[in-house]
């Protein structure tokens, strides 16, 4: 490298230096986002009703054909939560798709135990039971 090219190289990074601000001083919070955290947080959910069902999926594998026992235990536990807790809507959380899908497809398990949550608005959010 030739010296000019070094003289460039030390004042570009002297320049980036001085110049350099914090990021967190520049950043500004809207408004509606302040609101929100004032009040509930985004991800909670106001629980009117909580129950854990043991689901059972054994007549999936006497009805089903092999290659569609998953996706057929996936409708069933959404079908079993919308009759037993009375709601319209039902949302299974990926903890619960992931132990229903954890053998395959070929190989879901005979029964499962979970919990259902209902929140103010009716909707139900199924969780897996946790381990007493």
Known sequence: MSES?????????????TEA?????????????EEKAEGEAEGEIEV???????IPLHH?????PRVRRAPRSVRDVRAFIA?????EEVSISNEVNQLLWARSINKPPRR?????????EGKVIVYPAKAA
Do not use: L
Not at 48 to 54: A, G, L, P, Q
Not at 60 to 64: A, D, E, K, L, N
């Open 5 to 17: 090219e070094k003289e460039e190289i030390e004042e570009a990074v002297e320049t980036t230096d």
């Open 21 to 33: 601000e914090p990021v967190a001083e520049t950043i500004e919070v809207p408004k509606e986002k």
């Open 48 to 54: 009117v009703e909580e129950r854990i069902y043991t």
């Open 60 to 64: 999936v594998h006497v009805v089903t």
């Open 83 to 87: 009759r037993h807790m009375r709601a």
């Open 112 to 120: 499962i135990k979970v919990r259902a949550v209902k929140d103010k």
